[in-house]
C-alpha cells in the first residue's frame, strides 16, 4: 500500500471510539526500512498554527488497517510526544 492511500484513512482508537484523525507522517526504521510507528497531530484548529503537537503510535498499536479507517487500540495519555 501507498503511503497515498494510507493518509487517506481515519484513524480511530477503538478504547474510545475517538477519531484521530489522519496520518501525517511515519517513522521508519533505518536499517530495514519498515514502519515502526504513525504520526498524527493532536488536535485540528486554529492551535494548531500556534503550537504543533504530535501523537507518535507504535505499529504494534495497530488493529486493523480496513478499506475506509485504520483501528487502533492506544491510551493517548501516554503516546502523545510534543514537538
Excluded at 514502519?35 to 503550537?51: D, H, M, N, Q, Y
Amino acid at each position: 500500500m501507498r503511503f497515498s492511500k494510507l493518509r487517506q484513512k481515519e484513524v480511530i482508537n477503538v478504547i474510545d471510539g475517538r477519531s484521530l484523525g489522519y496520518i501525517t507522517d511515519l517513522v521508519i526504521e533505518d536499517m530495514t526500512g519498515r514502519i515502526t510507528a504513525i504520526v498524527l497531530p493532536e488536535s485540528t484548529g486554529l492551535r494548531c498554527w500556534f503550537k504543533t503537537k504530535e501523537y507518535v503510535i507504535t505499529w504494534k498499536d495497530i488493529c486493523k488497517i480496513g478499506n475506509d479507517v485504520i483501528l487502533v487500540e492506544v491510551d493517548l495519555n501516554l503516546c502523545g510526544v510534543p514537538c
